[in-house]
């Protein structure tokens, strides 16, 4: 298993990159999370203040787990940017699109 | 229905004390704590009955919190007793070892 | 990046905690301390040191309390922009009154809002706070600093950086790196259960330093990981992930008026003017039907919505004073019929734990033991981040020697600056509280500056006196800022009796807990300041003799 090939060695550059990676796209996933969530259980018939919560204290440890798991993870910063921007992008227009069925 | 507070205040003293004692037996039940407080490890079957003490100890702790409050602040208290308890261990553990041979006084000391 | 997944862990906690200990040590210790913040504002604001009263009559009290509230020139000036037409000499769209209380409240904290006409944005409105003693109506003023719940409460979860919310979301980030160095720090550490009572004094300095820190770290992690977690869900839905004000604003809206229909408790105003039913009837109603489900409690919160209006209605909340959850339980009843609209049934399950969550963080129950165990896992948490920066600057301060590198010097100061100094800014504040003139203009203002001046003092100290510390020795400034520690903290009490004669004798006498409180505590934090300055004192004067003994290396 080798990493994704990264550009020739910036330390801080790489850390930096990492770094952003689990703090800015670990928040755009959670983002994204929260808002298809919360989304679901008021379609499902959920109080919308419960939906939020309940949406919320999950994604608040989803984002600890994604934020641990992009500083261990071997993959290289560029795919981790991409799974977690694009992951959130997703989400968020899942959690939309319920809200357009539902409105 | 609130306890009166004199009742509350025994029913609490003796949570914290169940909590501390039990956090001292399972401590004690090790053998680097052992040899701290006796100078010797101690035979398994001691080990494993001072684990057990230790285990009831924590329970009536957890028991004695149900019985003082309502259960959502009894278990904050009871799990917050387990860390003042587990601290004070240590610190006793550190600098006054020999005390708690007290709390197991049918154990016999290295010679 | 990393070999494996225990490296990268170690990473994290290392780097990320030596940067973000700084913020958590501040929400540990002012957390710590807001525990008690009432109590605080009591020994700050003498003229407040009465017994906390209930809910006092919404007739008799409350209401003279309320007509008197206007908005404050300021905030009026400043919304002058956003509204088309003039601004209204008294504004009496009363958009709410409220009032809070728990059983730690001797003052009553009373709330209005107005809605402004010709407002651009409808649901932009104007707001005002009052204080008031709830045995006659009084108005206080609201200009003495609460040091307590109005400063170290606010520093605790935004640093009192309003900017943008600025402090918020650096406290914020900070609380997700503090779970994530909880995690990271049980992968490293491993043995959690074998060595949990593991604390050696007696050995080198890093090794006693790093068992302090896996100790206070482990025996209270359910706690630091609650605190951090609640903290964050608490501010989540409407600071950190604002979902129903922005992407999902259409979802809010849609269950606004959802409930105001099925619940028949209006949204908006109609427009029709209408009287005030006695609320004093109905609060006692209130408290009857609470009686009825074996619930009998005092009034913790009481809200008037839309007052003057036919849309009016008011909530009437029970205190949760003798359970986690804050208030609950709310009665609502038709303004000017005083009839019952409707009786809150009883909480989902997500909403039980919501409540329990928020809740735990909140404390407004009446169980003193768990207030001080809570203020016992507080200290636990800053003991924790604190031997962490030990740690780190013992491990590197040789090698940093040898190589001439100032790194760990300055990570020194600033540790310095954030342990002893934090106590002696919050200390400073409180010195300032009893010195400055009662009438100065701004008195609010001065004692702010007084603890960051103190703060600042601190970190000048520290860099001027860490220079030993490029050399592998420890920073004098530690001893000498617990000194410090040692005679403002024992300042604070003297000033306290001299300036008010609420000495500790007569304090302990009259059983008024909030001020004899705070000057026992005061007095605890001198005595063991000093016994810390005096053991790092020894500690110096023996390397001292060691080094002066042929230049052996001082054994730590």
């Known amino acids: 298993m080798s990493a994704t090939p990264v550009p020739a060695s910036h330390p801080r550059l790489r850390i930096a990159a990492r770094t952003g990676a689990a703090v800015l796209g670990g928040y755009a996933f959670t983002w994204g999370f929260i808002a298809a969530c919360t989304a679901l259980a008021v379609k499902l018939g959920m109080d919308f203040h419960d939906a939020e919560f309940l949406a919320s204290a999950l994604g608040l440890l989803l984002f600890l787990a994604v934020f641990l798991g992009t500083v261990a993870s071997r993959r290289g910063a560029l795919l981790l940017w991409g799974v977690l921007l694009g992951g959130g992008a997703l989400l968020a227009a899942a959690g939309s699109l319920l809200q357009a069925s539902i409105a | ?111 | ?556």
């Open chain 2, 1 to 111: 229905m609130p306890e009166p507070q004199i009742a509350h205040g025994w029913l609490l003293l003796g949570a914290m004390l169940a909590c501390a004692a039990g956090m001292a037996w399972l401590a004690l039940a090790m053998d680097v704590h052992a040899r701290q407080v006796w100078g010797r490890g101690l035979a398994p079957a001691m080990a494993k009955g001072l684990r057990v003490l230790g285990a009831l100890a924590l329970a009536a702790g957890l028991w004695l919190c149900l019985l003082a409050d309502h259960p959502t602040m009894a278990v904050l208290v009871w799990v917050m007793a387990l860390a003042v308890g587990a601290l004070a261990v240590a610190l006793l553990l550190a600098w006054r070892a020999r005390w708690l041979r007290a709390l197991a006084p049918w154990v016999r000391r290295a010679a």
């Open chain 3, 1 to 556: 990046m990393f070999h494996s997944f225990r490296q990268a862990m170690a990473w994290l906690h290392t780097w990320f905690g030596l940067v973000l200990g700084f913020v958590l040590m501040a929400a540990f210790f002012f957390g710590a301390l807001s525990v008690f913040d009432r109590e605080i504002d009591r020994w700050a604001i003498p003229a407040t040191r009465f017994e906390p009263q209930p809910m006092p009559s919404f007739e008799k009290v409350l209401r003279p309390a309320f007509e008197r509230l206007q908005p404050p020139p300021e905030m009026v000036e400043a919304m002058r922009p956003r509204v088309d037409g003039p601004m209204p000499e008294r504004f009496d769209r009363i958009a709410y009154w409220s009032a809070y209380t728990t059983h730690r409240d001797p003052v009553l904290a009373i709330y209005a809002g107005w809605e402004v006409p010709g407002a651009r944005n409808p649901d932009e409105q104007l707001y005002a706070v009052g204080t008031i003693d709830p045995r006659d109506g009084t108005p206080l003023p609201d200009d003495r600093l609460k040091i307590g719940s109005g400063f170290f409460f606010p520093l605790h979860y935004g640093l009192t950086l309003d900017w943008k919310n600025l402090g918020i979301w650096i406290v914020g980030f900070s609380a997700l790196v503090m779970l994530a160095a909880l995690v990271s720090g049980v992968v490293m550490h491993r043995k959690l259960f074998r060595e949990l009572f593991t604390f050696r004094p007696g050995k080198a300095r890093l090794r006693s330093a790093l068992d302090l820190h896996n100790l206070t770290g482990v025996v209270a992690l359910p706690f630091h990981f609650f605190f951090a977690f609640t903290g964050l869900v608490i501010f989540s839905a409407t600071y950190y992930f604002p979902l129903g004000h922005t992407q999902l604003h259409e979802l809010h809206e849609l269950h606004e008026q959802h409930e105001a229909a099925a619940l028949g408790l209006p949204h908006g105003r109609s427009g029709v003017p209408a009287g005030l039913a006695n609320v004093d009837a109905m609060v006692g109603e209130a408290q009857r039907r609470w009686e009825a489900r074996g619930m009998a409690g005092d009034v913790g919160f009481l809200v008037l919505q839309h007052v003057g209006d036919a849309n009016g209605y008011v909530s009437v909340y029970r205190a949760g004073t003798d359970r986690i959850a804050l208030v609950g339980q709310g009665i609502h009843f038709k303004a000017d019929t005083g009839a019952l609209l409707r009786e809150d049934p009883p909480a989902t399950p997500v909403a039980r734990v919501a409540e329990f969550l928020t809740g735990l963080h909140l404390q407004h129950f009446r169980h003193w033991l768990l207030r001080w165990l809570y203020v016992f896992g507080g200290l636990m948490g800053a003991v924790c981040i604190a031997t962490g920066f030990v740690f780190f600057v013992e491990k590197r301060k040789r090698q940093h020697a040898r190589v001439g590198s100032q790194g760990v010097r300055i990570v020194d100061a600033l540790a310095v600056t954030t342990v002893t100094g934090m106590v002696l800014a919050a200390l400073g504040i409180l010195v300032a509280n009893r010195l400055l003139p009662e009438a100065l203009p701004g008195r609010g203002d001065w004692e702010r500056f007084a603890f960051w001046g103190t703060w600042a003092l601190a970190l000048v100290h520290a860099g001027w006196r860490s220079a030993p510390v490029a050399r592998g020795l420890p920073n004098p400034a530690w001893r000498e800022q617990c000194w410090a520690i040692a005679v403002l903290a024992l300042a604070a009490a003297v000033l306290n009796w001299i300036t008010t004669g609420d000495h500790l004798l007569r304090t302990l006498a009259a059983g008024y807990w909030p001020v004899a409180g705070l000057d026992l505590a005061l007095l605890a934090v001198a005595a063991i300041a000093a016994a810390a300055g005096h053991r790092l004192g020894r500690r110096a004067e023996a390397a001292a003799r060691i080094g002066a003994h042929g230049g052996e290396a001082a054994h730590a």
